[in-house]
């Protein structure tokens, strides 16, 4: 069985964050409410994307995401926390340390600079992608068996291009409670009707295939020809 997932670190954060994505159906919500879920908050935002004109940095599987309200992050294959059928992603929102990995991984010179913006024109980096997203974002608990049982998010989100992605997500302090988490997303998953097997592509990446196919395209060929291991999924499926 293969769960879409992303087990992050950032640092600014010591916690990891295991996720799956799915593709939401028209009774999501009200299975949400009979499971106990209670819709936390909802909210718009946009996100704009930023690449070399050659998408250098999405072809090393590099995204470099301005959120408003939240700030720039940077998400890049990270080292393995847990084995099995999943992506795993480095997650930086420190500016200092998104610049300097920038610089690494464009082959640049080291630039002084601790500020994403300032040094978006001397490594050629400009805006391909932006859209708008509403989420509505729900908490819930499985069992309460334990007082100190963890809450599972559920974000449900919609493009203003018209496309809709859900995600379960729990947080963990430790990797050796990732495989309990992995447990419970997926015991959730199966009791919001997601298909085991069902995979769901994150928004930048539909955002691409609809306007930039071409780029979408060379993209595609660029995660194919990768070497993976076997039964791993390409780790832009993990995005945001």
Do not use: N
């Not at 940095?57 to 926390?81: F, I």
């Amino acid at each position: 069985m293969f769960i879409d997932l992303l087990i992050a670190g950032s640092m600014a954060q010591p916690l990891i964050e295991v996720e799956r994505k799915f593709v939401p159906g028209p009774d999501t919500e009200e299975r949400l409410q009979e499971l106990g879920g209670t819709l936390e908050h909802q909210v718009t935002f946009r996100d704009s994307y930023y690449d070399t004109p050659e998408l250098s940095l999405m072809r090393a599987d590099y995204w470099l995401r301005q959120r408003e309200g939240s700030g720039w992050e940077l998400k890049y294959p990270g080292g393995a926390v847990v084995s099995g059928p999943h992506t795993e992603f480095m997650e930086l929102t420190v500016e200092p340390a998104i610049v300097a990995q920038l610089c690494e991984v464009l082959g640049a010179d080291v630039l002084e600079s601790g500020s994403v913006a300032a040094v978006l024109g001397p490594l050629g980096l400009q805006e391909v992608a932006s859209f708008v997203t509403k989420r509505s974002a729900w908490k819930l608990v499985l069992s309460r068996a334990e007082e100190e049982e963890p809450s599972l998010t559920v974000d449900l989100d919609t493009a203003d291009f018209g496309y809709a992605v859900g995600e379960v997500e729990a947080l963990v302090h430790e990797k050796a409670e990732v495989p309990a988490a992995l447990e419970k997303i997926h015991s959730l998953s199966s009791m919001l009707g997601v298909p085991a097997q069902e995979t769901a592509p994150p928004k930048v990446m539909v955002y691409l295939q609809r306007f930039r196919p071409q780029d979408y395209q060379h993209l595609l060929e660029v995660y194919s020809a990768r070497e993976k291991p076997q039964g791993t999924k390409s780790p832009d499926s993990s995005l945001g």
